[in-house]
Protein backbone atom coordinates (compact mmCIF):
# COMPACT_ATOMS: atom_id res chain seq x y z
CA UNK A 1 0.00 0.00 0.00
CA UNK A 2 0.90 3.53 -0.56
CA UNK A 3 0.38 6.81 1.34
CA UNK A 4 1.05 10.57 1.38
CA UNK A 5 1.02 12.63 4.62
CA UNK A 6 0.57 16.97 4.19
CA UNK A 7 1.06 17.23 8.16
CA UNK A 8 -0.14 20.97 7.81
CA UNK A 9 -3.74 21.71 6.83
CA UNK A 10 -2.61 25.43 6.17
CA UNK A 11 0.26 27.00 5.77
CA UNK A 12 0.66 31.26 6.14
CA UNK A 13 3.59 33.15 4.86
CA UNK A 14 4.22 36.84 4.17
CA UNK A 15 4.89 37.70 0.61
CA UNK A 16 8.19 37.92 -0.67
CA UNK A 17 9.30 35.23 2.20
CA UNK A 18 10.52 31.62 1.34
CA UNK A 19 7.71 29.16 1.76
CA UNK A 20 7.81 25.08 2.27
CA UNK A 21 4.93 22.86 1.79
CA UNK A 22 5.79 19.61 3.64
CA UNK A 23 5.03 16.18 2.12
CA UNK A 24 6.58 12.62 3.20
CA UNK A 25 5.46 9.39 1.85
CA UNK A 26 5.14 5.85 1.82
CA UNK A 27 5.84 3.13 -0.82
CA UNK A 28 6.81 -0.20 -1.80
CA UNK A 29 9.30 0.49 -4.84
CA UNK A 30 10.45 3.35 -6.41
CA UNK A 31 8.20 6.21 -5.64
CA UNK A 32 7.11 8.57 -8.65
CA UNK A 33 6.55 11.99 -6.68
CA UNK A 34 4.10 14.74 -7.87
CA UNK A 35 2.92 18.24 -6.78
CA UNK A 36 -0.30 19.92 -8.12
CA UNK A 37 -2.17 23.33 -6.53
CA UNK A 38 -5.97 23.35 -6.87
CA UNK A 39 -7.47 26.93 -7.52
CA UNK A 40 -10.98 27.35 -6.22
CA UNK A 41 -13.79 25.52 -8.56
CA UNK A 42 -10.70 24.01 -10.91
CA UNK A 43 -9.15 20.81 -11.15
CA UNK A 44 -5.57 20.09 -10.37
CA UNK A 45 -2.73 22.26 -12.33
CA UNK A 46 0.61 19.83 -12.40
CA UNK A 47 3.45 21.83 -10.88
CA UNK A 48 6.58 19.19 -10.90
CA UNK A 49 7.45 15.79 -10.22
CA UNK A 50 9.97 13.45 -9.15
CA UNK A 51 11.04 10.56 -11.31
CA UNK A 52 14.77 9.65 -10.77
CA UNK A 53 17.67 11.90 -11.10
CA UNK A 54 18.46 14.85 -9.52
CA UNK A 55 17.05 15.18 -6.15
CA UNK A 56 16.29 18.83 -6.58
CA UNK A 57 13.98 19.05 -9.21
CA UNK A 58 12.58 22.65 -10.56
CA UNK A 59 8.91 22.95 -12.08
CA UNK A 60 6.45 25.99 -13.15
CA UNK A 61 5.62 29.56 -11.28
CA UNK A 62 8.77 28.97 -9.60
CA UNK A 63 8.34 26.33 -7.59
CA UNK A 64 10.85 23.30 -6.62
CA UNK A 65 10.77 19.97 -4.62
CA UNK A 66 13.86 18.40 -3.42
CA UNK A 67 13.83 14.40 -2.78
CA UNK A 68 15.07 12.71 0.26
CA UNK A 69 15.37 9.21 0.29
CA UNK A 70 16.28 8.58 3.73
CA UNK A 71 13.34 11.21 5.43
CA UNK A 72 10.63 9.70 2.13
CA UNK A 73 10.15 13.19 1.72
CA UNK A 74 9.03 15.71 -1.41
CA UNK A 75 8.75 19.00 0.42
CA UNK A 76 7.51 22.06 -2.00
CA UNK A 77 9.42 24.99 -1.63
CA UNK A 78 9.62 28.63 -3.66
CA UNK A 79 12.47 31.39 -2.47
CA UNK A 80 9.98 34.26 -2.51
CA UNK A 81 6.05 33.77 -1.99
CA UNK A 82 3.69 35.65 -4.53
CA UNK A 83 -0.40 36.52 -3.18
CA UNK A 84 -0.96 34.30 -6.18
CA UNK A 85 0.22 31.30 -4.81
CA UNK A 86 -2.35 30.99 -2.69
CA UNK A 87 -4.31 27.87 -3.40
CA UNK A 88 -4.93 24.24 -2.24
CA UNK A 89 -1.90 22.27 -2.52
CA UNK A 90 -1.82 18.31 -3.17
CA UNK A 91 1.05 15.76 -3.04
CA UNK A 92 0.91 12.74 -4.62
CA UNK A 93 2.61 9.59 -5.06
CA UNK A 94 2.59 6.35 -7.76
CA UNK A 95 4.95 3.67 -6.99
CA UNK A 96 6.41 2.25 -9.93
CA UNK A 97 7.45 -2.06 -9.48
CA UNK A 98 8.55 -4.53 -11.85
CA UNK A 99 4.62 -5.62 -12.75
CA UNK A 100 3.87 -1.55 -13.13
CA UNK A 101 2.28 1.36 -12.07
CA UNK A 102 -0.21 2.14 -8.93
CA UNK A 103 -2.87 4.73 -9.52
CA UNK A 104 -2.05 7.97 -7.63
CA UNK A 105 -2.09 8.50 -4.21
CA UNK A 106 -2.96 12.23 -2.71
CA UNK A 107 -2.19 13.58 0.26
CA UNK A 108 -4.82 15.06 1.85
CA UNK A 109 -4.04 18.93 0.67
CA UNK A 110 -2.39 21.92 2.31
CA UNK A 111 -4.10 25.31 1.84
CA UNK A 112 -1.15 27.88 1.22
CA UNK A 113 -2.23 31.57 1.97
CA UNK A 114 0.09 34.29 1.42
CA UNK A 115 -0.67 37.35 3.16
CA UNK A 116 0.60 41.07 1.42
CA UNK B 1 -3.89 22.03 -27.62
CA UNK B 2 -6.90 21.36 -25.94
CA UNK B 3 -7.09 20.28 -22.21
CA UNK B 4 -8.52 17.82 -21.21
CA UNK B 5 -12.47 18.04 -21.12
CA UNK B 6 -15.19 17.03 -19.17
CA UNK B 7 -18.95 16.94 -19.61
CA UNK B 8 -21.18 17.73 -18.49
CA UNK B 9 -19.51 20.82 -15.89
CA UNK B 10 -22.14 20.07 -13.58
CA UNK B 11 -25.18 17.60 -12.85
CA UNK B 12 -27.95 16.87 -10.47
CA UNK B 13 -29.31 13.55 -9.97
CA UNK B 14 -32.02 11.81 -7.34
CA UNK B 15 -31.03 9.19 -5.43
CA UNK B 16 -31.67 5.96 -7.07
CA UNK B 17 -30.68 7.04 -10.51
CA UNK B 18 -27.42 6.34 -12.16
CA UNK B 19 -25.00 8.70 -13.93
CA UNK B 20 -22.71 8.70 -16.96
CA UNK B 21 -19.69 11.27 -17.05
CA UNK B 22 -17.61 11.83 -19.76
CA UNK B 23 -14.00 12.12 -20.23
CA UNK B 24 -11.81 13.71 -23.62
CA UNK B 25 -8.50 13.01 -23.12
CA UNK B 26 -5.19 15.83 -24.09
CA UNK B 27 -4.75 14.42 -28.37
CA UNK B 28 -2.02 11.39 -27.42
CA UNK B 29 -2.67 10.78 -24.43
CA UNK B 30 -3.88 7.08 -24.09
CA UNK B 31 -3.50 6.69 -20.43
CA UNK B 32 -6.39 7.69 -18.40
CA UNK B 33 -7.71 8.03 -14.88
CA UNK B 34 -10.37 8.93 -12.24
CA UNK B 35 -10.69 10.36 -9.05
CA UNK B 36 -13.45 11.34 -6.68
CA UNK B 37 -12.78 14.63 -4.48
CA UNK B 38 -14.70 15.74 -1.49
CA UNK B 39 -14.45 17.71 1.61
CA UNK B 40 -13.88 14.58 3.85
CA UNK B 41 -12.07 12.14 1.73
CA UNK B 42 -9.99 14.12 -0.20
CA UNK B 43 -8.90 12.88 -3.49
CA UNK B 44 -9.49 9.15 -4.06
CA UNK B 45 -8.70 7.38 -6.98
CA UNK B 46 -11.38 5.49 -8.44
CA UNK B 47 -9.54 3.75 -12.01
CA UNK B 48 -6.95 3.75 -14.69
CA UNK B 49 -7.31 3.00 -18.38
CA UNK B 50 -4.84 2.50 -21.22
CA UNK B 51 -5.75 1.47 -24.94
CA UNK B 52 -9.16 0.26 -23.63
CA UNK B 53 -8.03 -2.06 -20.87
CA UNK B 54 -8.68 -1.20 -17.03
CA UNK B 55 -5.12 -1.26 -15.43
CA UNK B 56 -6.20 -0.23 -11.35
CA UNK B 57 -8.91 -0.12 -9.57
CA UNK B 58 -9.70 2.11 -6.34
CA UNK B 59 -11.54 0.89 -3.62
CA UNK B 60 -14.87 1.71 -4.68
CA UNK B 61 -18.02 -0.72 -4.62
CA UNK B 62 -19.14 -2.30 -7.94
CA UNK B 63 -21.47 0.72 -9.00
CA UNK B 64 -18.85 2.67 -10.03
CA UNK B 65 -17.41 1.60 -13.38
CA UNK B 66 -15.47 3.17 -16.59
CA UNK B 67 -14.43 2.36 -20.04
CA UNK B 68 -12.20 3.66 -22.61
CA UNK B 69 -12.96 3.67 -26.06
CA UNK B 70 -10.23 3.33 -29.14
CA UNK B 71 -9.81 6.68 -29.36
CA UNK B 72 -8.92 7.34 -25.60
CA UNK B 73 -12.05 8.90 -24.71
CA UNK B 74 -13.36 7.62 -21.20
CA UNK B 75 -16.76 6.93 -19.32
CA UNK B 76 -17.73 6.81 -15.73
CA UNK B 77 -20.77 5.54 -14.47
CA UNK B 78 -22.24 4.97 -11.57
CA UNK B 79 -25.37 3.07 -10.60
CA UNK B 80 -28.05 3.65 -7.75
CA UNK B 81 -26.72 6.98 -6.66
CA UNK B 82 -26.65 7.31 -3.06
CA UNK B 83 -26.36 10.62 -1.58
CA UNK B 84 -22.75 10.20 -0.27
CA UNK B 85 -21.66 10.24 -3.54
CA UNK B 86 -21.90 13.90 -4.20
CA UNK B 87 -18.81 15.03 -4.92
CA UNK B 88 -16.40 16.53 -7.83
CA UNK B 89 -15.61 14.12 -10.43
CA UNK B 90 -12.26 14.59 -11.57
CA UNK B 91 -10.81 13.26 -14.92
CA UNK B 92 -6.59 13.10 -16.11
CA UNK B 93 -5.00 11.86 -18.60
CA UNK B 94 -1.39 10.97 -19.21
CA UNK B 95 1.54 10.06 -22.12
CA UNK B 96 2.77 7.07 -19.77
CA UNK B 97 3.49 5.99 -16.26
CA UNK B 98 6.62 8.50 -15.69
CA UNK B 99 5.03 11.64 -17.12
CA UNK B 100 2.59 14.07 -15.01
CA UNK B 101 -1.11 13.78 -15.53
CA UNK B 102 -3.32 16.43 -16.57
CA UNK B 103 -6.44 16.96 -15.10
CA UNK B 104 -10.10 18.15 -16.13
CA UNK B 105 -11.56 21.18 -14.28
CA UNK B 106 -14.44 18.23 -13.43
CA UNK B 107 -17.52 17.11 -13.16
CA UNK B 108 -19.79 18.30 -10.09
CA UNK B 109 -22.35 15.68 -9.14
CA UNK B 110 -24.68 16.46 -6.88
CA UNK B 111 -27.31 13.67 -5.14
CA UNK B 112 -30.53 14.61 -3.87
Known amino acids: AQSVAQPEDQVNVAEGNPLTVKCTYSVSGNPYLFWYVQYPNRGLQFLLKYITGDNLVKGSYGFEAEFNKSQTSFHLKKPSALVSDSALYFC??????????????FGKGTHLIIQP | KAGVTQTPRYLIKTRGQQVTLSCSPISGHRSVSWYQQTPGQGLQFLFEYFSETQRNKGNFPGRFSGRQFSNSRSEMNVSTLELGDSALYLC???????????FGSGTRLTVV
Open chain 1, 92 to 105: AVRAWTGGGADGLT
Open chain 2, 92 to 102: ASSRGPTYGWA
